[in-house]
């Protein structure tokens, strides 16, 4: 049966580690942390894996990674065999090919092409960085607040900051914040998400500061650092690019609603 459910890390890390940065969320949601809200599956052909999924399902709308390299033709086969354990309503990362698969059961809202960046040549030393601050549980009602005001669509959950957020203040108000959606010493990974600058004081190099100073904290456990951004984000990838991260993979970020669902 080439559809597999996958229960085994030591049968899943080796796979991932073919192409680490592509799949730098997947390895670190290995971490025992992560690992109770994951659910794998695989395609298997000659006891050889050949592609891999990833549910992960601690947050209220399930998230499923479908992601590969070229050639997509075994991922997307895997992904039209797993069509019937798959949840009513999920978030999605497909690589190409994976969303006509899925629209013949699902529809779809997309939230466009994305970027998967890795900080291959590390110019960490930017202005500004020595300010910012470890942000703790007491600040997660402050955090939520900068969110609402400039990232209404994001993905913070207050279990994050255990993970790690870092923020900058000025006059005692946080007008910039970052955190690790991802983090595992042990895989020695760590995915940066939920970049934001508050939309009164954006311009300035803030946001640049902070994913600098959490990069540098993350250095002292982990090899690899990724975070994904839409690509039609010129400001963003532009302050991703002068911390030296580069362009590793395209996807596409899309919501997941199957057609017999209300």
């Not at 311009?203 to 904290?217: M, N, P, Q, S």
């Not at 302050?239 to 919501?255: K, Q, T």
Request: glycine share 6%; aromatic share 10%; with cysteine.
């Amino acid at each position: 049966m080439p559809f597999v459910r996958l229960q085994r890390k030591d049968v899943i890390e080796p796979f991932l580690r073919r192409n680490a940065y592509l799949h730098v969320y997947a390895l670190g949601d290995l971490d025992d942390f992560f690992w109770p809200h994951t659910t794998w599956y695989g395609l298997e052909e000659e006891n050889q894996l050949q592609a891999i999924l990833l549910l992960y399902t601690a947050l209220e709308v399930p998230t499923l990674m479908a992601l590969g390299d070229p050639p997509y033709h075994p991922l997307c086969r895997l992904l039209s065999l797993a069509q019937p354990v798959l949840p009513p309503r999920m978030h999605a990362h497909l690589s190409a090919g994976c969303r006509e698969i899925l629209g013949h059961t699902h529809r779809f809202e997309t939230r466009g092409p994305h970027w998967k960046m890795a900080l291959l040549k590390p110019a960490l030393d930017v202005p500004g960085v020595e300010r910012v601050e470890r942000l703790t549980l007491d600040d997660g009602a402050e955090l939520k607040e900068l969110y609402t005001a400039g990232y209404p669509a994001n993905w913070f959950h207050a279990r994050q900051i255990e993970i790690g957020y870092y923020g900058l203040r000025e006059r005692g108000k946080l007008i910039c914040a970052a955190g690790a959606h991802v983090y595992s010493s042990t895989q020695r990974v760590a995915a940066l998400g939920n970049i934001v600058t508050h939309p009164d004081h954006r311009g300035r190099g803030h946001a640049a500061a902070v994913t600098a100073r959490i990069c540098k904290e993350l250095f002292r456990t982990v090899d690899h650092i990724g975070l994904n951004v839409k690509a039609d984000n010129a400001s963003a990838v532009a302050c991703y690019r002068r911390l030296g991260f580069e362009p590793v993979a395209e996807y596409e970020e899309v919501m997941l609603t199957r057609h017999d669902s209300p």
